[in-house]
Nanobody, 122 residues
Framework: EVQLVESGGGLVQAGGSLRLSCAASGVNFGDYSIGWFRQVSGNEREGIAC????????YYDDSVKGRFTISRDNAKNTVYLEMNSLKPKDTAVYYC???????????????WGQGTHVTVSS
């Protein structure tokens, strides 16, 4: 069974940085594409970054492009989301998701973590 565990969330001031981690178990991690999503209470979960398992290519939502960087370390079964220049509007619960197919920023991923909270104060 695929298990994903996010970590690294917390409270940070605007302009600061955080690095989120998504650790996977129960899978051959190199066979899965990973997406990062975030959700504010009452809103839909939105895709913000993803990385392909085939060629390592990555894509970003315009809201985070140039500030966030997704990367993966297959040897550690972990995907990272480096978040810089954080803004109060980045406050959300952040989730990672995995799928054997590259699904981009859609919400159709098969496997999801439980989420980690990120709060950016002004």
């Amino acid at each position: 069974e695929v298990q994903l565990v996010e970590s690294g969330g917390g409270l940070v001031q605007a302009g600061g940085s955080l690095r989120l981690s998504c650790a996977a178990s129960g899978v051959n991690f190199g066979d899965y594409s990973i997406g990062w999503f975030r959700q504010v209470s009452g809103n839909e979960r939105e895709g913000i970054a993803c990385i392909s398992h085939k060629d390592g290519s990555s894509y970003y939502d315009d809201s985070v492009k140039g500030r966030f960087t997704i990367s993966r370390d297959n040897a550690k079964n972990t995907v990272y989301l480096e978040m810089n220049s954080l803004k109060p509007k980045d406050t959300a619960v952040y989730y990672c998701a995995a799928d054997r197919f590259f699904l981009g920023l859609s919400r159709l991923y098969d496997y999801w973590g439980q989420g980690t909270h990120v709060t950016v104060s002004s």
